[in-house]
């Protein structure tokens, strides 16, 4: 697997469903980072999540990270049709400097 | 409002054409970043730039050329050296190591 690979590639769940997606990777890191992207537009931050932290909440949106496992998931709660959009992991290496590393992202589509 | 400003947001380039896309923010931010975004893909570093008058290559810089002369603004030419150019073009910045970025609304570089 690639640094910073999301698991499924694709969801299609009913609005007021929750949505889970996995994010797994390879290197140590600094912190990990999800964002949303609706197409054709640019990617928007939605938590970040430091190595030494386990969870973390924002409104909807659950993210753990498992540094044993180097594995992280985001939990999107009571989905709803406007969260329709591709979600992306992006891990900033340990020994990387600058360097965010994103994977190819989740789509997920919410039904009304 | 502050945030980053890409444009154009679409640019169609003939074959042996140079073509500079702009990347402007008011944020404040230290470190700018360019990344390329295929159909259905991750997002790919190109350059990135910390400073003023600095810039690292990214994964895959060959072809392309930064200059970041002033902290606001972070242009990006596409050579005609970059045989495959036709892609989503995003512009990000952020104030260092353990934060999110923030994201312009990208350029679309079609060659015709």
């Known amino acids: 697997s690639q640094q910073g690979e999301e698991d499924p590639q694709a969801l299609s769940i009913q609005e007021g469903e929750n949505a889970t997606m996995n994010c797994s990777y390879k290197?140590?890191?600094?912190?990990l980072q999800w964002y949303r992207q609706n197409s054709g537009r640019g990617l928007v931050h939605l938590i970040l999540?430091?190595?030494?932290?386990r969870e973390k909440h924002s409104g909807r949106l659950r993210v753990t990270l498992d540094t044993s496992k180097k594995s992280s998931s985001l939990l999107i709660t009571a989905s709803r049709a406007a969260d329709t959009a591709s979600y992306f992991c992006?891990?900033?290496?340990?020994?990387?400097?600058?360097?965010?590393?994103f994977g190819a992202g989740t789509r997920l589509f919410v039904k009304a | 409002d502050g945030g980053i400003t890409q444009s154009p947001k679409y640019l169609f380039r003939k074959e042996g054409q140079n073509v500079t896309l702009s990347c402007e923010q008011n944020?404040?931010?230290?470190?700018m970043y360019w990344y390329r975004q295929d159909p259905g893909q991750g997002l790919r570093l190109i350059y990135y730039?910390?400073?003023?008058?600095?810039?690292q290559k990214g994964d895959i810089a060959e072809g392309y050329s930064v200059s970041r002369e002033k902290k606001e603004s972070f242009p990006l030419t596409v050579t005609s050296a970059q045989k495959n150019p036709t892609a989503f073009y995003l512009c990000?910045?952020?104030?260092?190591?353990?934060?999110?970025?923030?994201f312009g609304s990208g350029t679309r570089l079609t060659v015709v």
């Open positions: 999540i430091r190595s030494n932290e």
């Open positions: 944020l404040n931010h230290d470190a």
């Open positions: 990000a910045s952020n104030p260092g190591t353990n934060y999110g970025y923030t």
């Open positions: 290197t140590s890191i600094n912190n």
């Open positions: 730039s910390q400073i003023v008058n600095d810039f």
């Open positions: 992006a891990t900033a290496l340990r020994s990387g400097g600058f360097k965010t590393i």
